[in-house]
């Protein structure tokens, strides 16, 4: 699979993915609907972070970045018997390891809470806990999935992974409208939808993991962990773990520094941040799961100068939807967070509050997304140190930046924190990436640095007319009486105007990325085979 093949891929899971965003998005919608930015909301936030927080160190986050390039290896071997030995001992470690902490989680979360969360009300403690011990064995089911996406990836097979998450929001939609009548809260209906959904992302990939032709089942636990794969996958996860545990933690971190701020800030967070995963989901996410499959077999085989151009291409992709993007979301941040969350107990207090932090949110989106792409470079390589100790750079800077700007700023203080944290983060992986001894690294971040500041004085030429423009715009249709006309027309149309005017710059000036990512997505909706 060359730079096309990377697209073509990449261009696959956005369309996945970005239905499974649609519907992550309005999953919050209907969250906001029904708990606005209320202590309630905030239990539930809470309750979600831990378990979700072991769901990253076991599965998609270390366990899925080291167990790929190392599968890959079995898969270049070509020996049927040792696969099957590798996968059936992974299956029981990462089994054991992971029923062990949903047990320890349900033990100690009620302590947990009432240590890190002293600023909650009894009662709202005692919810969170509660949600909690219901949502950690939601762990057990996206581990497993994690597992079989692993395999899937490996192979080169994307979509059944990228679908999966929709059925997942579609789960929590639903619990949450048909549950909420008969619960003493809607929080808890949404946790309900949570478990099913996630129990629901193993069971849908297991057929297509069959399919593969893998054979694998549970094996002595001791015999498991000395399969060879399995202490090189320890070996490479050790320090991503310490990496990976750093940048949770200090999302935990932040989420208890933000408890102190006052009553819905915990939650305007993850309405902010629900809006900024959508456009990373969408694009960032799509291309870093392509390209970890490809540079892992680009550093197999000692392909340097294939490894830096998909990076390359990648990035550049990047920099091309991420920063435009955010220009027109810093342009429209209040009109966007009113469309999109304002309804029923989601009032004007819950915008205002939700607005600032997500102008603070969306600034750091290219770096966010540069990052996602950044450290499967030095995963692929099967060098964990280098992403890990960027990682906990960025979770201490992040951390005195929460405590300094919470109490002047609030939330926005904990949003611009995690955005000066993301550059910080970019800083230290592109550093040691200069600093490898292959030829091509150095030149290539210049070049892709070179890029983004094109693509970033491009993007504020045309911003700047607009933004006197806007108004004018909305203005057209403010009496209206619905929000999406009144909000969503003019914000279509300023949008609309923006980009075609920025793609019209590029076409001319002969941008390869914009041209080549034009050419596939015309291919993708107007025919053509795509093939590489």
Known sequence: MNTRGIVRHSLKLVFLTAGSRVLGLIREIVRAAYLGTT????????????????????????????FVPTFKGYLIEDNREKIRLFLSSFLTVLTFLVV?????????????????????TPDIQQETAFLTRIMFPYLAFISMA???QGILNSVNIFGPAGAVPMVFNGCIIASTVLLSPYMDNPARAMTVGVIVGGSL?????????????????????????????????????????IGMAAYEVNVLASS???????????????????????????FAVSIGTVVLTELSENAKRNEWDKFTGHLLFSINLIA??????????????????????KARAFGDDSVTLTTAIF?????????????????PAFYAQEDTK???????????????????????????????????????????????LIRKKRDAFGPMTGRAALYAFRILLISGAIAAPLYFLKPYLYGLFAASGWRIVALGIPLTLVSIIFFALFFAALFLMKDTQALWLAGKLKKKFMGGNGKE
């Not at 091309?320 to 969350?341: H, S």
């Open 320 to 341: 091309l939807v991420t920063i435009p993007a955010t220009l027109i979301a810093l342009m429209n941040g209040r009109e966007i967070i009113t469309l999109v969350f």
């Open 359 to 375: 102008l603070c949110h969306i600034a750091g989106l290219y770096f966010i997304a540069a990052n996602r792409v950044l450290a």
């Open 39 to 66: 202590a309630f909301s905030d239990a539930f936030t809470i309750a979600f972070l831990l378990p979700n927080l072991m769901r990253k160190l076991f599965a998609e986050g270390s366990i899925a970045v080291a």
């Open 146 to 148: 994690a597992f079989f």
């Open 256 to 282: 208890v520094i933000a408890s102190t701020a006052g009553t819905g800030v915990v939650s305007s967070l993850q309405f902010s941040n629900r809006l900024l995963e959508l456009l990373l989901g969408i």
């Open 201 to 241: 992302q193993a069971l849908l990939q297991l057929p297509y993991v069959i399919r593969t032709g893998f054979r694998f089942c549970f094996r002595p636990l001791a015999a498991a962990f000395r399969d060879p794969g399995v202490r090189k996958i320890f070996l490479l996860v050790g320090p991503t773990v």
């Open 386 to 432: 280098s992403p890990t100790w960027a990682g906990m750079w960025s979770f201490g800077a992040n951390i005195a930046l929460c405590l300094a700007l919470v109490g002047p700023l609030k939330g926005q203080g904990i949003a611009l924190a995690a955005t000066l944290a993301a550059l910080i983060n970019t800083t230290f992986l592109v550093l040691p």
């Open 100 to 120: 062990t902490a949903v047990t320890l989680g349900i033990l100690f979360t009620g302590p947990l809470i009432h240590t890190f969360y002293a600023d909650l």
